[in-house]
Structure formats: structure tokens, C-alpha cells
């Protein structure tokens, strides 16, 4: 099975996590980036404003073929019990060449996850086949717990 990791990762705890499921998994990976500001206390206010007003946030292009893949792990941070924005911009793009998704949450406050794998299958019209939510708190994961699909 041909397995795409891909992450946004705003101060690099994602991205650890992202690389480490690819190595183990020995798949390809994608990181997804953003034009806008995202740095420091205004980036994260960006984030944050964004992600409310339900506004996609641009993207630097990227040329991975996504459709080519079996299954794609979406490895993403949550903000405030939401999919981070970038993440939420890939998914509405990219959700007509995703056939089968797992979801990894990064978190730093204990977060259910629940609703936020609930509304990620509405947006790629799939069954998650399984979602982890990681609880990571300066660097380091706290809590790790696996669920099936919703």
C-alpha cells in the first residue's frame, strides 16, 4: 500500500511526530506550509483569526500527486478543539484524491477529538480508518490514545 504522510507543523512538535510515523511506516511525506505569517504571538493571532473566520489560508504550491496514493495520514496541530487552518485548506483541495485517511491530532491542552475526526470525514466524504490524538506539551507527548473510525 503506497501511504502518504502529510503535516503542517508550526513549531516543529508536528512535524517530529509526522517524520517518525513516515520512518516507521517507511512512507512518503508532505509538508504543507503556508504564505502567510504564521511566526511568533501575531502569526499564531493569524492562525487563530483565520481558522474562525473560515477562510482558507494560502498555501505554498506543492507538486505531490495525492491521488497516486493508497492512503494518506494526515498529521496535523489542533487550535482551540479545530483542525489548524493550513491543515483544513489541504483537506477542502485535496478532497476528491483522498480515498482512505488516518488522522494523528497534536495538542497541548487535553483535547476529545472526536468531533474533529467527525468533521474531517464530512469534509473528505470518507471513514477514517483509525485517529490518535497526542497530547504534546513543550516538545514532549504526555498522553498517546488510538481510536478506531468514528
Known amino acids: 500500500m503506497k501511504t502518504l504522510v502529510v503535516y503542517y507543523?508550526?513549531?516543529?512538535?508536528?512535524?517530529?511526530?509526522?517524520?517518525?510515523?513516515?520512518?516507521?511506516?517507511?512512507?512518503?511525506?508532505?509538508?504543507?506550509?503556508?504564505?502567510?505569517?504564521?511566526?511568533?504571538?501575531?502569526?499564531?493571532?493569524?492562525?487563530?483569526?483565520?481558522?474562525?473566520?473560515?477562510?482558507?489560508m494560502a498555501l505554498f504550491p506543492y507538486d505531490t500527486d495525492v491521488a497516486s496514493y493508497d492512503k494518506v495520514i494526515i498529521c496535523a496541530p489542533v487550535w482551540f478543539s479545530k483542525l489548524c487552518a493550513p491543515m483544513q485548506t489541504f483537506i477542502k483541495k485535496e478532497k476528491h484524491n483522498i480515498r482512505d485517511a488516518e488522522y494523528i491530532f497534536v495538542h497541548a491542552l487535553k483535547t476529545d477529538v472526536k468531533a474533529i475526526a467527525a468533521e474531517?470525514?464530512?469534509?473528505?466524504?470518507?471513514?477514517?480508518?483509525?485517529?490518535?490524538?497526542?497530547?504534546?506539551?513543550?516538545?514532549?507527548?504526555?498522553?498517546?490514545?488510538?481510536?478506531?473510525?468514528?
Not at 44 to 56: E, P, R, Y
Not at 129 to 139: D, L, N, P, R, V
Request: hydrophobic residues 30%; contains cysteine.
Open 9 to 56: 507543523s508550526r513549531k516543529g512538535n508536528t512535524e517530529k511526530i509526522a517524520l517518525e510515523k513516515a520512518k516507521e511506516l517507511e512512507a512518503d511525506f508532505l509538508a504543507i506550509d503556508t504564505t502567510e505569517n504564521v511566526a511568533g504571538y501575531n502569526g499564531f493571532t493569524n492562525c487563530l483569526k483565520t481558522l474562525f473566520s473560515k477562510d482558507d
Open 120 to 150: 474531517t470525514d464530512r469534509i473528505l466524504r470518507l471513514k477514517n480508518s483509525k485517529y490518535t490524538s497526542i497530547q504534546c506539551i513543550y516538545g514532549k507527548i504526555k498522553t498517546e490514545e488510538e481510536f478506531g473510525n468514528v
